[in-house]
């Protein structure tokens, strides 16, 4: 059968997030972690291949990212689309802008749109300007983001300077009109010589109708909200049916566990939450630096108290406490500590029995999935807006040798409300 619509991400959550919008929306889905070796599923509408290239050096990015191009190319999928994130959030240099020129450019297309909007979870555009909930994007938690901070809320300005091309904007007053409004005034811009165009949008409404008017270009990029609008472009056009069963997932046993990296502000007061009701066990970064082994100990801890509630193990901290590392290690030197001592407690866990896992955190994350040895992600039903339950099948992971699956769900961590780690399990009930 033919894959509909091949996505690149560019991590891991972000992966997720976007699976989970087109499995609600109807089409069967996997994720795969990395560029793939082999061919790809053939029983699915829609592939995504998530990255780990938001923080990696531009130039990595954009050969990772035209490396997942060529295996969807080879697969036959008839519309591309680029996910970052619904905050816009990439380097100084720019991997969003840089990843979508050689896209456009491998494509040999001369047009594509920018619309990270994603209203469900408070990202809207209004007159090119991002804002997260009630608040510019530069006045937001965004701004103290330890690796991506994000003080400008002016998209058509920041993907600018990220870009040759030029960048237009398609304004609410035209998204309002429809789909029919919003085409033409892609047809404007690109007369004006635009290559790109930021697109407004406050509403799920909108964004349906913003997918309607992309039906035909061949490459998309924005946030996983943009999705929405895209699976009835192919319906439309008699590609793809209802599929009841999209976002089934086989059952999965065993302890339950939250493993927390990110210090946003939606996974700070998530933890502090779960701390309340619920075993939990504190990676400090800072005894990490001066060489402790909290994985041994984490572990230990586990096994002593596994079995019951769920189990929370985090490093999340605060702004302040995060620059203090960073000013200590480095940056990149900081971020790796944890990343790892999280991934490696996360392989403990697992094979301590934990079959339900909570992972917040898009580095943390990637490096999870990573340690766990996951190549391919089945989407599940969702959680929260922009987080879906997965499935993932784990070599000689069950007592016997065999395989088994692990549920997992991959969390941005700027997403979901306060009591998420505590009500996630009903899901999958």
Not at 97 to 122: H, K, M, R, W, Y
Not at 190 to 203: M, T
Not at 361 to 385: D, F, H, M, N, Y
Request: hydrophobic share 45%.
């Amino acid at each position: 059968m033919t894959i509909l619509l091949g996505c690149i991400a560019d991590d891991f959550t972000g992966g997720t997030d976007l699976a989970g919008m087109l499995v609600q929306a109807g089409m069967r889905t996997v994720q795969l972690i990395g560029v793939p070796d082999g061919p790809l599923p053939d029983d699915v509408d829609a592939v995504v291949i998530a990255l780990k290239s938001r923080t990696c050096p531009a130039a990595d990015a954009v050969a990772e990212s035209l490396a997942a191009l060529d295996a969807l190319r080879e697969a036959g999928c008839l519309q591309f689309y680029f996910k970052y994130c619904s905050t816009f959030d990439s380097t100084p240099d720019g991997n969003i802008g840089q990843v979508a020129e050689a896209l456009l450019q491998a494509l040999d297309s001369s047009f594509t749109i920018a619309c990270p909007a994603f209203p469900a979870n408070g990202r809207t555009i209004y007159k090119g300007h991002l804002f997260v909930g009630d608040v510019l994007l530069g006045e937001s938690g965004m701004r103290h983001h330890p690796l991506t901070p994000m003080t400008d809320a002016n998209l058509v300005r920041v993907l600018q300077q990220q870009v040759r091309g030029k960048v237009g904007l398609a304004e609410t007053s035209v998204v309002a009109q429809g789909a029919d409004a919003i085409a033409a005034r892609f047809a404007e811009l690109r007369e004006q010589g635009c290559r790109y165009a930021v697109v407004d949008a406050l509403s799920n409404s909108d964004l349906m109708e913003i997918g309607a008017a992309c039906a035909t270009l061949p490459l998309l990029t924005g946030g996983s909200g943009l999705a929405l609008g895209l699976p009835e472009n192919f319906r439309r056009i008699g590609l793809l049916a209802p599929h009841a069963a999209a976002g089934a997932l086989p059952a999965t046993g065993g302890w339950r566990a939250v493993v927390a990296g990110s210090c946003s502000l939606a996974t700070r007061q998530q933890v502090a939450r779960m701390r309340e009701q619920a075993p939990s066990f504190h990676v400090d970064p800072e005894r990490l630096a001066d060489g402790a082994d909290l994985v041994a100990e984490a572990l230990e801890w586990a096994a002593a108290h596994g079995g019951g509630a769920p189990l929370l193990l985090y490093a999340t901290s605060t702004p302040e406490a995060v620059q203090a590392l960073q000013a200590r290690l480095g940056v990149e030197a900081a971020g790796a500590l944890v990343e790892n001592a999280l991934a490696a407690i996360a392989q403990g866990l697992v094979k301590l029995g934990v079959g339900q896992l909570i992972v917040a955190g898009g580095e943390t994350s990637g490096a999870v999935v990573k340690a766990l040895g996951v190549r391919s992600l089945r989407i599940g039903p969702e959680i929260c807006p922009g987080v879906p339950w997965t499935s993932a099948m784990l070599d000689g992971a069950a007592p016997d040798g065999a395989a088994r699956p692990l549920a997992l769900a991959l969390k941005s961590g700027n997403f979901g409300a306060p009591d998420f780690f505590l009500t996630a399990w009903e899901e999958l009930a």
